[in-house]
């Protein structure tokens, strides 16, 4: 019933840029949070940024404040993580994740995209 289509993976040498998107589509009624986690191999996988509500308030790791750039279009359901400055430990499987509703009497339920790999190496 959810989609989530992501892009903009790939590879990039250190200090480059890459910005990842995401579409969700499907029988959405409402988007509460909207964001990005990464999972690097043998590690757990953990929250890179999210914009936490519709008026665009938003949550970094520590990691990627001051290099990454979280940004969220209401009106397409889409969200766009923008990541400059990259570093070899950026290095990870990043998924979209949102929190949604279904309908006016549903609660929020959580869905992810497929991921999408992003190597930083020289």
């Known amino acids: 019933q959810v989609r989530l289509v992501e892009s903009g993976g790939g590879l990039v040498q250190p200090g480059g840029s890459l910005r990842l998107s995401c579409a969700a589509s499907?029988?959405?009624?409402?988007?509460?949070?909207m964001g990005w986690y990464r999972q690097a191999p043998g590690k757990q996988r953990e929250l890179v940024a999210r914009?936490?509500?519709?008026?665009?308030?938003?949550d970094y790791a520590d990691s990627v404040k001051g290099r990454f750039t979280i940004t969220r279009d209401n009106a397409k359901n889409e969200v766009t993580l923008q990541m400059n400055s990259l570093k070899p430990e950026d290095t990870a499987v990043y998924y979209c994740?949102?929190?949604?509703?279904?309908?006016?009497?549903?609660?929020?339920?959580?869905?992810w995209g497929q991921g999408t790999q992003v190597t930083v190496s020289s």
């Open positions: 994740n949102i929190n949604a509703a279904l309908s006016f009497y549903s609660n929020t339920e959580t869905f």
């Open positions: 499907g029988s959405i009624f409402s988007i509460n949070a």
């Open positions: 914009i936490i509500n519709r008026f665009g308030e938003t």
